[in-house]
């Protein structure tokens, strides 16, 4: 730990985290993880900080998956309290412009809003829609039951500066639904489109505790690695220094079973993800969240800095990660 810590700066923590315990591990893979000041600097190089705003914000990011074609969850608009705008272009600033576009989409039962520029599922809220006499929303994680201005005005806040994209919310997949029906549980897959080179790196599924919304392992989610040959889900393990030793097979909450099943529309996914990494000027390099649908994989976003613990769940250290991976 001590040589670890002085000469790779990885300290104990990413030492337990990592399982270095383990006896059969070789001196090159231990000392192949990198510190988060290399990782940034290692990224940098593949995806210009220039250009990382172009997926950092998800209005551009929409913007840009969708004019190449690349599915995503439906947009259905901005709301901002200034330049709050429809996808038909009509003014979306409060709760009344956000009343009268709900009433116009007679076809959607539930909507989520994202923090155009969160992270983490920071912000994330997601409703059904209760058409009656008036339009009530009722809050997929409460089951609350609000009016729109009392949502927009209490929750959503755009009058204090907040501003929101406003989605579809995804139907997933019941294969993927079962293992937690609360949250949309997301692929991550680190994909590389570099010259010559697109491929994938490694990928992990990602599935949300009973009754949240979201599946971010920043709030509690559960995380699984996958088999990138196979899209075959192994068995799940805890990132957490308190928990280092955990690992899993089914749902922590639900014991669902997860290990062993298979990721639907699994290679339809791993195209879509370097699709999505070709889509933007100058990246090379992302996280590429995905979701998967009865009709095939959406994209979430891209992460164009992914977290680098990450590799602790590929059990891969960067060094390998970042050789130039075969053609597929």
Same mark, same amino acid.
């Given at each position: 730990m001590l040589i670890l810590r002085v000469l790779y700066g990885l300290g104990p923590g990413h030492y337990h985290v990592a399982r270095y315990w383990r006896r059969d591990l070789p001196w090159r893979f231990k000392s192949g993880f990198w510190t988060y000041k290399k990782f940034r600097h290692h990224v940098n190089t593949l995806n210009p900080p220039a250009y990382q705003k172009l997926s950092q914000?998800?209005?551009s990011e929409k913007a840009i998956?969708?004019?190449?074609?690349?599915?995503?969850?439906?947009?259905?608009? +901005? @709301?901002? /309290?200034?330049?709050?705008? &429809?996808?038909?272009?009509? +003014? @979306?600033? /409060?709760?009344?412009?956000? &009343?009268?576009?709900?009433?116009?989409?007679q076809q959607v039962e539930r909507v989520c809003f994202k923090l155009v520029e969160g992270y983490g599922g920071k912000g994330f809220q997601a409703v059904s829609l209760e058409r009656g006499d008036t339009l009530?929303?009722?809050?997929?994680d409460s089951k609350k039951v609000a009016s729109v201005s009392e949502f927009v005005d209490n929750i959503l806040q755009p009058g204090a500066g907040a501003d929101y994209i406003i989605e579809e919310y995804v139907n997933q997949h019941p294969e993927v639904a079962r293992l937690n029906a609360s949250s949309v549980n997301t692929l991550r897959i680190w994909a590389i489109n570099r010259g010559d080179t697109q491929d994938i790196l490694g990928a992990f599924l990602r599935v949300g505790r009973r009754g949240r919304l979201v599946d971010n392992t920043s709030q509690g989610g559960l995380i699984f690695p996958i088999d990138t040959d196979t899209g075959e889900i192994g068995t799940g393990l805890s990132l957490k220094n308190d928990n280092w030793n955990e690992t899993f097979q089914t749902h922590k909450d639900s014991g669902e079973k997860i290990t062993g099943a298979t990721v639907p529309f699994w290679i339809e996914s791993v195209s879509l993800a370097i699709r999505?990494?070709?889509?933007?000027?100058?990246i090379q390099f992302a996280g590429v969240d995905v979701a998967i649908t009865v009709d095939g994989p959406v994209v979430i976003e891209l992460n164009v800095e992914p977290d680098p613990t990450a590799a602790i769940v590929f059990d891969k250290p960067h060094r390998e990660i970042f050789r130039q991976p075969s053609m597929r």
């Open positions: 914000n998800k209005i998956l969708q004019l190449v074609g690349i599915p995503t969850p439906r947009f259905l608009g +901005r @709301l901002h /309290n200034r330049v709050g705008v &429809t996808a038909t272009g009509s +003014r @979306l600033v /409060n709760a009344d412009d956000l &009343t009268q576009l709900l009433l116009t989409q009530k929303l009722r809050l997929l999505a990494v070709a889509a933007f000027p100058h």
